[in-house]
């Protein structure tokens, strides 16, 4: 059972925000050849453009806390705090026994603006400057730590990293902790601060990245035929997931379910997709299976479709070969751009207020459909839809595939 | 050369820095780690400010027994 939900992003400072600029069909990419982003113009990058926070972390943390932390592990908390609340979970071990609360955060590449800025100061300084925080703040674990000690989590704490994946496999791995019954409730998701100039030059190398400078509110584009890349963002999303006993037993408001998790490899190429989608369908019937589903019950699909060449196209062969021709499909980064390691639990927050609304937010940018994509994109204006299921799929560099279903409740 | 109070005066303000601690209650007679909780990785970036403030080295074994505010003090008096 979900009963709280978190996040900050490209759109807003919590989900009520990103969820109605969503609605609104608003874009969170904007360029970044500014004063924070020297590095573009001091690099002559090829992309201009990115989808940072609507808020500062430093906005919401206080100033000393803020300095022990890496970015990633600022909007964790962010996030997680928003989520906690919302859950109605009061002071930490108030209402969940310490060692029955577990947290399983995950992020792509974890604290690289640390790494990059300590890396600076041990050339230009020597040992005395480098940080004592410096481990603490860039390992990959780090949000994932610093929410359990924050909420007191003695169950477990885990960090899923699986590039763009692993805020979908977090949710998975966190249901997989609330079947076996090994803990009562999860705080889970993802977070991810990595638009620095060795990230955005790489991903710019790996020819992934949206060219589309003079237009950033177009740029990312899943699904259309001139889509030509990602544009990367920043944020974190996080849930709290509760089994079902426990959830109604201290009288928790619940926004919807988790039925259902699958998570897949394709063990085929380090970047690129398996181009038929065979592990990402394989992903979708599991988390379908596990749910109890029949793919005919699955209304939607909250697509990960990144807007580049090559992904998206996959990702519709592999939705039609789980599911059929009949679910209505949507792109949310079309409007956050590619949060990395956040995106998949942003989205399945996304996911599920679709279908506790009613309502699927429009694919931004889709002019003209990609004529290898045979399926119903919502696009133009959000669709009303009643909706008893809904499937969110999460795709990484690594050929990791994860799909969660949602149901209503 | 600094006097007394303005090296207690410099080092409450790295530590209210550092550790977020009101700088009128960085007094000589506080300890670090029991009255403050400041911990060993906050210690060990007072330490590099304060060096590079006061002019003054501070090596690992020196710095374990700076227990208190005033022994701080008195070890960057003697040694700046």
């Known amino acids: 059972m979900v009963t709280g939900l978190g996040a900050t992003t490209p759109l807003g400072g919590d989900v009520a925000s990103t969820w109605e600029a969503m609605l609104a069909g608003k874009s969170g990419v904007r360029r970044i050849d500014d004063e924070a982003h020297e590095w573009v113009t001091r690099h002559d990058l090829p992309v201009k453009i990115g989808a940072p926070l609507a808020v500062e972390p430093t906005e919401v943390i206080p100033r000393v806390k803020a300095r022990r932390l890496d970015r990633v592990e600022q909007v964790a908390l962010v996030a997680a705090k928003e989520a906690w609340e919302h859950a109605g979970l009061g002071e930490p071990g108030e209402q969940v026994d310490p060692t029955r609360l577990a947290v399983v955060i995950g992020t792509g590449v974890g604290g690289v603006i640390t790494l990059l800025d300590q890396d600076d100061l041990l050339e230009t300084g020597g040992l005395r400057k480098v940080s004592p925080l410096t481990v603490p703040m860039l390992m990959p674990n780090g949000p994932a730590a610093w929410v359990g000690i924050e909420y007191g989590a003695q169950g477990a704490v885990h960090a899923p990293v699986s590039a763009c994946a692993s805020g979908a496999e977090a949710l998975a791995w966190a249901l997989r902790l609330l079947r076996a019954n090994e803990v009562d409730v999860v705080i889970a998701g993802g977070a991810e601060a990595c638009i620095t100039g060795l990230t955005v030059a790489g991903f710019a190398q790996a020819r992934t990245l949206s060219l589309r400078n003079d237009d950033p509110e177009r740029a990312s584009r899943p699904f259309d035929v001139d889509r030509d890349g990602f544009v990367l963002g920043e944020g974190s999303g996080i849930m709290i997931l509760e089994r079902a006993e426990f959830a109604a037993a201290r009288g928790a408001t619940v926004h919807g379910r988790i039925a259902g998790a699958g998570i897949t490899a394709d063990a085929y190429h380090i970047t690129g997709p398996e181009p038929e989608g065979r592990g990402q369908s394989r992903a979708i019937t599991a988390a379908i299976r596990m749910a109890g589903l029949d793919p005919s019950d699955v209304g939607h699909v909250n697509c990960h479709a990144t807007s580049t060449v090559a992904g998206d196209v996959g990702e519709t062969k592999a939705v039609r070969k789980a599911l059929g021709d009949h679910p209505v499909l949507t792109a949310p980064k079309s409007q956050l751009g590619h949060m990395v390691g956040a995106a998949g639990a942003v989205e399945s927050i996304i996911t599920l207020l679709s279908i506790k609304e009613g309502i699927i937010p429009a694919t931004l940018n889709l002019v003209k459909l990609d004529p290898g994509i045979e399926l119903d994109v919502v696009a133009g204006e959000p669709r009303k839809m009643d909706l008893q299921a809904a499937v969110c799929d999460s795709f990484g560099f690594g050929g990791h595939n994860a799909a969660v279903a949602f149901t209503k409740v | ?80």
Do not use: C, R
């Open chain 2, 1 to 80: 050369m600094a006097s007394n109070e303005e090296i207690l005066t410099g080092l409450a303000e790295i530590v209210e820095e550092v550790a977020g601690i009101d700088t009128a209650d960085v007094s000589t007679e506080k300890s670090f780690v029991d009255d403050l909780d400041i911990d060993s990785l906050s210690m060990v970036e007072i330490a590099v400010q304060a060096e590079d403030k006061f002019g003054v080295k501070i090596p690992d074994d020196q710095l374990a027994e700076l227990k208190t505010v005033g022994d701080a003090v008195d070890y960057i008096a003697k040694n700046q």
